[in-house]
């Protein structure tokens, strides 16, 4: 099997305190964890928990997972990538992702509309910030410096820098734009089993720039679940992938629910949603088929989650985010994360 990198999640939802949590992140470096994804969506921000982690550890690297786009000016988040590069000795990560209407319109008071050629514009603002060049910006959603007034172009005060961008994606374009621009694809709803669903158009976007899909990162989302009682954890599951076809986004923007419909379960997908929307929440999570669970995910016996991941690596995945029942106390998921470890070795 191809070498297969693991990373987890933490922060952005996570309530029992950051001495937990970087207890936790310890113990997952000397395991040999890869990377530790941060997140935010309308809690903890993304940035805040990778810094105090970064005095907490000394190899594993730090990203956030995602930072929202429309949260920061490109300047800001430059500012932010290059401090939390200082900060942890070259271990930064910058994930960028564009959110969705429902927060970025109703938490951040911001315009939804061309969400793709926002990032695309805010990645370049972003490197030229990291070159060490001076701010000046023309484009359709950001102009740099602001006309008529009386700014002018900005260089920050940092010397040129290179930090990985990866970025978020799920729609079409905008995987075409990671084949094109990212260092690295932090990818979500994705199978191995139909995994052209997404890579077919990040392939596409590399071609297009002259590059290979060997330049890209390319690390999925897993969720993880072992034991002998399958279908339990199977059953322990579907409310989870109810919530995302449900609730992940509005009735008329849900990339999730998208990206599971590319994958061969448009039906399944959209009436999933459709219950949900309804308010019947349990309708929802009852009709979840096992295959939106087994084929996104590592579940079952060790022996059935080492082939998975045989199967990830086959697929092209550089590496995952593991993702544990979220019921699970800590201790079991250091547990379950060590034989993520054992099984991937």
């Avoid at 000394?58 to 949260?71: D, H, V």
């Avoid at 029942?325 to 079991?332: E, F, I, R, W």
Wanted: glycine share 10%.
């Amino acid at each position: 099997m191809a070498l297969l990198k693991v990373a987890i999640s933490v922060g952005g939802y996570d309530r029992s305190g950051m001495g937990a949590v970087a207890e936790y992140v310890q113990a997952a470096e000397s395991m040999g964890v890869d990377c530790a994804w941060s997140a935010e969506a309308w809690g903890q921000d993304a940035a805040t928990s990778l810094a105090y982690l970064a005095a907490k550890t000394s190899r594993i690297k730090l990203g956030t997972g995602i930072m929202q786009i429309s949260a920061r000016v490109p300047s800001m988040t430059a500012m932010t990538a290059l401090s939390m590069h200082s900060l942890s000795n070259g271990r930064f990560i910058l994930g960028l992702g564009v959110s969705g209407p429902q927060v970025v319109e109703g938490l951040q008071g911001q315009d939804y509309r061309k969400p793709l050629t926002r990032l695309r514009e805010t990645v370049d603002v972003i490197r030229m910030a990291f070159r060490g060049e001076k701010l000046k910006y023309d484009g359709e959603t950001i102009t740099l410096p602001r006309p008529g007034g009386e700014g002018k172009p900005i260089k920050l005060d940092f010397p040129p820098t290179e930090i990985p961008i990866f970025l978020a994606t799920l729609g079409p374009k905008s995987l075409e734009y990671t084949g094109e621009a990212a260092d690295g694809w932090l990818g979500t709803s994705f199978s191995p089993d139909h995994a052209e669903a997404h890579l077919a158009f990040i392939r596409k976007g590399a071609e297009k720039a002259g590059r290979s899909m060997d330049d890209i990162h390319l690390n999925a989302a897993c969720a993880i679940g072992i034991g002998e009682d399958v279908e339990g954890l199977i059953d322990a599951r579907r409310p989870g992938i109810a919530f995302q076809m449900g609730a992940m986004g509005s009735a008329k923007t849900n990339f999730y629910n998208e990206a599971f419909q590319r994958s061969g379960f448009q039906d399944e997908a959209l009436e999933i949603q459709k219950l949900w929307i309804e308010g019947r929440r349990d309708d929802a999570a009852k009709i979840v088929p096992d295959a939106m669970i087994t084929e996104f995910g590592a579940v079952g016996t060790p022996e059935m989650v080492r082939k998975r991941f045989e199967t990830y690596a086959r697929a092209g995945v550089s590496g995952i985010t593991v993702r544990f029942d979220p019921a699970l106390s800590a201790d079991d998921q250091l547990k379950q994360l060590e034989q993520v470890m054992e099984l991937v070795d």
